[in-house]
């Protein structure tokens, strides 16, 4: 199984690249640049968050009554993950918090617009489907069309694929660099940035490290020795990563017409 997940691996390092030095990063030289990251990226951390309930959903029992489903070691991988993005430690406080309820408090902190996500959100509190919530957002339409992929994965209600590109396809690969400019322009603007910094903090050492070594065990136990879901996992995480640059292109964008 090893030999599978350095394949995989092997093929995504091209693309993975291309996202590290993405230029979107190096135009992100002013706080109106973070601003602008941030409004697109938030939809990324909140359709993370269902790819990771999706593989709950499938590999626990989350309905009333309960009874045990599938083996307990991928209940467990799957439930330790959740506790970490879902109820993290918050910023300077004793509470918890999910990593996307920190970036909402980051982006206010920042003075950036939530006005995109919290309409997102609503519409689907008030029943409508993810199109349908999507589609009318004054958002890149690269954002959209990011979101609309993560769907489609969770739409082929196999775990496999699933768990794949939540754990080969969903890295930020937000480069270190990315993280100095966050610094400096927080020194700038007397700590407006001081959460979003956190949260960056938190994504490296909880998403980075921890979290990344218990999802590549789910996925081998999930594709086992089937070589044909081996195959399907890459496809899709390969296809992830060609979703995230875009996602990034559709930043870059947004960068430049608001230069």
């Known amino acids: ?7 995989i691996n092997k093929e995504l390092e091209p693309i993975m690249q291309t996202i590290v030095s993405h230029p979107t990063y190096e135009h992100i030289t002013t706080i109106e640049g973070v601003r602008a990251f941030m409004e697109q990226h938030i939809f990324a951390v909140w359709d993370f968050m269902s790819l990771l309930k999706s593989l709950q959903n499938h590999l626990t029992c989350t309905a009333v009554p309960w009874f045990p489903v599938g083996n307990a070691k991928t209940r ?3 439930n330790e993950i959740v ?8 910023y300077k406080t004793e509470g918890n918090t999910s990593h996307f309820e920190l970036y909402l408090e980051a982006m206010q902190q920042a003075n950036a617009s939530t006005a995109a996500i919290d309409q997102f ?3 689907l509190k008030a029943g409508k489907s993810v199109e349908a919530a999507i589609s009318p957002l004054s ?13 489609e994965v969770i739409a082929t209600n196999k775990p496999y694929i699933i768990a794949a590109v939540f754990t080969f396809g ?4 937000i480069p270190s660099m990315f993280r100095n400019i966050v610094d400096e322009l927080n020194t700038q603007f007397k700590g407006q940035l001081d959460i979003f910094a956190y949260y960056l903090d938190r994504h490296i050492e909880v998403d980075g490290d921890h979290h990344s070594h218990l999802a590549l065990e789910m996925v081998s136990i999930l594709c086992g020795e089937d070589e ?3 195959m399907e996992a890459q496809s899709y995480s390969i296809r992830a990563m060609e979703m995230r640059n875009e996602l990034w292109n559709g930043v870059m964008e947004r960068l430049s017409v608001e230069a």
């Not at 506790?83 to 918050?90: F, K, L, P, Q, V």
């Not at 969903?170 to 690969?173: M, N």
């Open 1 to 7: 199984m090893q030999t599978a997940i350095d394949a």
């Open 121 to 123: 959100i609503s519409a």
């Open 139 to 151: 958002i890149p339409e690269k954002t959209k069309d990011f979101v609309r992929f993560t769907f």
């Open 83 to 90: 506790c970490g993005e879902e109820s993290d430690i918050a």
């Open 228 to 230: 044909k879901k081996w």
């Open 170 to 173: 969903r890295e930020d690969l």
């Open 76 to 78: 467990f991988l799957i």
